[in-house]
């Protein structure tokens, strides 16, 4: 008996190390599980839109045009689930939004809104809302819709032709298409996106990929009359008064910070997303509106990349009256190229996935996925926010004194990019910005950095290699990626 | 302050990578990317070409700058120390837009010094890397391993520390080309190659095969002038040139074949085990296989490209080969592959057999098809019928596509309906037409007009939605409801006037058919408002109006049409007459 207590005693305290040592080298997956929502056989979903309908049903739409219903789709442990077809032969549906009654849908050639009236599941009224933008049988010519805002508009972003041409009408431009179907044209600039979606407050984000004037990919806010970078579509200022004159024509081979001086309506990317690095085609963007069911990020922006299959978590703050902020590694390991997000007000993340044309890390052709919080705090940089002389970040658990006592362990460095009429670019201007001083905040989970040599339009990159917790924790994403286009 | 190394560059470094402009000492252009810079001073190849024409300029004929761009390439991409000359060149690039290499298979032989040169033609950076012996999913692991590298990949190309990894390029900014230099490994046997980049893995990869050479040896031809049609008996004839094939293969071109040519092919074929072999044996005119003195496959006669297979018993080691041939008149081809125990495909023995390399995708058809009792749709761009084509395959093999831009019924055809083979493969470019067959295409107008005088009033193009353009004219398409079996009632309006345009089965047995039905409510406007219903070679028979080249027979109910010449063709248009707020229109089409 006696000999029985000491080895239970034993084999407690072994436990208890074990987990401190598996604490150090934490991993994505005892925070948040990823979980497939099988599909059906036959089914080919390339999930490009997912919304939430009453009852907690589930739409998906996909790019062979169908949209399918789901019910039990967020159950755990995970129930069968129960697939209903509630249209089909739709031309590239890209977003779902339930509004007053309608699933709305951004088609290739349309804003429809569709309606069940004889209560089969299945809808039989399609409203053509507005189809006044012009597409030319180009397969670059995609449309993203947005969930409608606090309004009732759609908010849609128009992709060029090919990688770089306008050529059809609004080709390059954000449009929003207003309950009864008025279509308001909203900003210029646009290249290639990959999602929209808007934050807490309510404001619209659009992601835009690597390409012709761009050199990263990036989000970027969708401000009610600016221009978003890309001046292709700029012809189009012809066909509107809406937006207002047409803004000077960017200089190519220069920087987006040199030309937004010139260029009043240019609104610069709030968050770039490195290159390579965070991801490669940024997509779907949702805020977490959980208010804690899906952990403790609550509030913040997730943005998702289809090359990558995974998810960036964006902490954005106003300051000057742009956006900017920082951009921290979330999680990684979906199963296709992620496209498309949904967050139900019960903290499951659903992820819809496609590879098809572009590849990506996941290795399915397609996939439905579901993220969910284990419950367990994951020691993570929690916000980078910018202060007169540095930032200051908080942290989801209390630090370690002595973790942040050597600034040399502190790493940071700065690149910006190329804004030019060709593709892409490489990191350039770079810097080593030098961290002065460090102070703890006195709630123990922040820390104030005051940094020489700061760079105005550059991505901040801050690596925290052997910042711990007090438990002697890693952080589970040791690096955030700040982009700074306005100084306090 | 440590170090801030601002260097704003404008105008900077990588602006000249993508350069396929070459400029010449007296202003002319060069446009191509860099094939080579050797003897013959700078070559380019033209990859739009499908034979990838080259041309070379002599270094001394470039601008200075021209120049000095050829000459660093030359310098980074030339051959390490020792190498000697390269015995063979595989040229791959990146197909723009689509995410994949345009070569997937190419063969070397073991300790073959190899140049690669890979050209980088897509927007997006890539690169190549060929693992050691294995199959795709070796191909795979060396990419993921690069994926793994996280942050710090792009940096190093994506190239990561990887045992398996036998020779790479770096990473190739759009436009750039790259020769690679190696010795083919001893070992034969299958070496997938894949670009590393996160994510492109599952579409850029293909697979080097390092093969010995043919099961050829001591190979020849005789080739004699011929005019006969069938394949002669060599023994007699005047040999006009002679030679050896020192591949190992069978080669018309070595042997200089043109019409009127026939040739005698003589060797060993060396068999690794014994067992029963087929021999495929293809020609265009005719062919002849004899193996040991029996003939194993008689492909003889004029004819086009033919194959035939012949089957024989062979034991393990040499045996006589001959194949005589002959090409009487026009295109010529011949081409010897050998099939049997242990080999996966056919192994080619004459150098024409394709192998992979530089093919066109073959189309693929992924059928979309209605159920017996419920309709189908498709919206895309459909071949003819515009850029906001609506599909519809109804209940009984017929069906229609209609033009949401113009409000048109555009195409109308029996059988199968349509293919997602275009739009749900790749990045899913272009047009996909009908799957089925009888396909009749409609006048490409809008429907409705007001006409002054009905007999000769042209049918006005004012209110016509272009492609690629917003809407700016009176038609607006309003959607459509599906009814139980799922068939769509369009809806449109124009000033004021609310339209539904309805298309049902009307099939009696073999007899295709459909029914329209088109409803016009709302106050008549002042005029004639007319309907357009079809334009070409139109002629009235038998109470229906046909249209020309085509089994397609159109009767009217409802409504009295009037067949008018318009210039040299005509018109069938439908004068509406209103009943209170309502007009209908009722169209039968039958295919007989």
Known sequence: MEMKQILAGMVTSMLVASTVMAATKAKESDYYTITEVPVPEGVVLEAVGIELMPDKTLAVCSRRGDIYTIKNAWETPAKETVWTPFAQGLHEPIGLSYYDGYLWTAQRCEVTRMKDVTGDGRADVFDSMSSDWGINGDYHEYAFGSRHDKDGNMWLVMCLTGSGGAKSDFRGWCLRVSKDGKMIPTTSGIRSPGGIGNNINGDMF????????????????????????????????????????????????????????????????????????????????????????????????????????????????????????????????????SVSVRMSPDGALFVGGTERGWGSKGPHSFRLERANWTGKLPFEIFTMRLSKKGWKLTFTKEIDPASVADVTKMLMTSHTYIYKSGYGSPEVDKSEPVIQSVTIGQDGKSIDLVVDGRVKGNVHVLHLPALTSKDGELLLHDSVHYTLNEFR | MKSLMLSLVLGASVAG???????????????????????????????????????????????????????????????????????????????????????????????????????????????????QKGDAKLGMAVAQAAWALGDKGLDMGYIPKHDKLFVNTALLLQNESQSVFFKAPAKTGAYPYVCSVPGHAALMKGTMTVGSG???????????????????????????????????????????????????????????????????????????????????????????????????????????????????????????????????????????????????????????????????????????????????????????????????????????????????????????????????????????????????????????????????????????????????????????????????????????????????????????????????????????????????????????????????????????????????????????
């Open chain 2, 214 to 592: 043919s099961l050829l040896s001591g190979l020849t031809f005789k080739s004699y002038a011929y005019k006969g049609d069938k394949v002669p008996d060599f023994t007699t004839m005047k040999v006009l040139r002679e030679g050896p094939l020192k591949s190992g293969k069978i080669s018309t071109k070595t042997a200089g074949v043109k019409p009127g040519t026939a040739v005698l092919y003589e060797g060993t074929v060396t068999i690794p085990v014994e067992g029963n072999y087929t021999f495929h044996l293809s020609s265009d005119d005719g062919s002849q296989l004899v193996i040991d003195g029996k003939t194993v496959v008689d492909n003889d006669g004029v004819h086009a490209d033919t194959m035939k297979k012949g089957a024989v018993e062979l034991t393990k080691g040499p045996h006589a080969l001959k194949v005589g041939y002959f090409d009487k008149s026009g295109q010529h081809s011949l081409s010897l592959a050998l099939s049997g125990p242990g080999m996966k495909r056919p192994l080619p023995l004459s150098d024409t057999a394709r192998s992979g390399g530089r093919r066109k995708r073959p189309s693929v058809s992924i059928p979309i098809e209605p159920t017996e009792t419920e309709a189908v749709m498709y919206r895309n761009f459909i071949s003819g019928a515009g850029v906001r084509a609506i599909g519809v395959g109804l209940p009984g093999g017929v069906n229609v596509a209609w033009d949401a831009d113009n409000m048109r019924l555009a195409l109308a055809w029996t059988g199968a309906f349509m293919s997602g083979g275009k739009h749900w493969v790749g990045r899913g470019s272009g047009s996909q037409p009908p799957e089925g067959d009888r396909v009749v295409t409609f006048v490409d107008e809008v429907p409705f007009a007001v006409l002054d005088d009905v007999a000769v009033t042209t049918w006005p193009r004012t209110d016509f939605r272009a492609k690629s353009t917003m809407r700016t004219q009176p038609f607006i398409f309003k959607g459509y409801m599906l009814n139980e079996q799922r068939i769509p009632t369009f809806r449109y309006e124009f000033h004021g006037l609310e339209v539904t345009d309805t298309f049902v089965p009307a099939v009696k047995g073999e007899e295709k058919g459909i029914r329209r039905t088109i409803v016009v409510s709302g106050k008549k406007p002042p005029g004639t408002l007319c309907f357009l219903l079809a334009r070409g070679d139109l002629t009235e028979a038998g109470g229906g109006y046909q249209l020309a080249g085509t089994e397609l027979t159109m009767t009217l109910a409802g409504c009295k049409p009037l067949l008018r010449k318009v210039g040299d063709t005509t018109e069938l248009i439908v004068p509406i007459e209103f009943e209170g707020d309502n007009a209908t229109i009722e169209q039968v089409l039958t295919w007989k």
């Open chain 1, 206 to 337: 659009y992601c835009d990929n690597q390409g012709l004037w761009n050199g990263s990919s990036c989000l970027k806010h969708l401000k009610v009359g600016s221009f978003q970078g890309n001046p292709s579509g700029n012809i189009y200022y012809d066909l509107t008064d809406a937006i207002g004159k047409r803004p000077a024509d960017p200089v190519s081979d220069s920087r987006i910070e040199i030309e937004r001086k010139r260029i009043p309506e240019f609104v610069p990317p709030a968050i770039i997303l490195t290159h390579g690095k965070l991801g490669k085609s940024s997509s779907g963007i949702e805020p977490d509106s959980s208010k804690g069911n899906f952990g403790p990020f609550a509030g913040q922006l997730l943005v998702l990349d289809q090359g990558f299959s995974n998810i960036t978590r964006c902490d954005l703050e106003v300051v000057n009256g742009v956006y900017q902020g920082a951009a921290i590694p979330f999680l990684s390991g979906f199963g296709s190229g």
């Open chain 2, 17 to 131: 990578a993508s350069g396929l402009t070459w400029e010449l000492k007296d202003g002319k252009r060069l446009s191509g990317h860099i094939y080579d810079v050797n003897k013959q001073g700078l070559v380019l190849v033209d990859l739009s070409d499908p034979k990838a024409k080259r041309t070379a300029t002599a270094l001394t004929a470039l601008s200075a700058g021209a120049r000095k761009k050829a000459e660093t390439w030359a310098k980074k991409n030339a051959a390490p120390k020792g190498f000697g000359s390269a015995q063979k060149t595989i040229l791959i690039s990146t197909v723009p837009q689509k995410m994949l290499y345009d070569v997937t298979a190419f063969k070397v032989a073991p300790n073959q010094a190899v140049r690669l040169l890979f050209i980088n033609r897509d927007e997006m950076a890539h690169n190549l890397l060929i693992c």
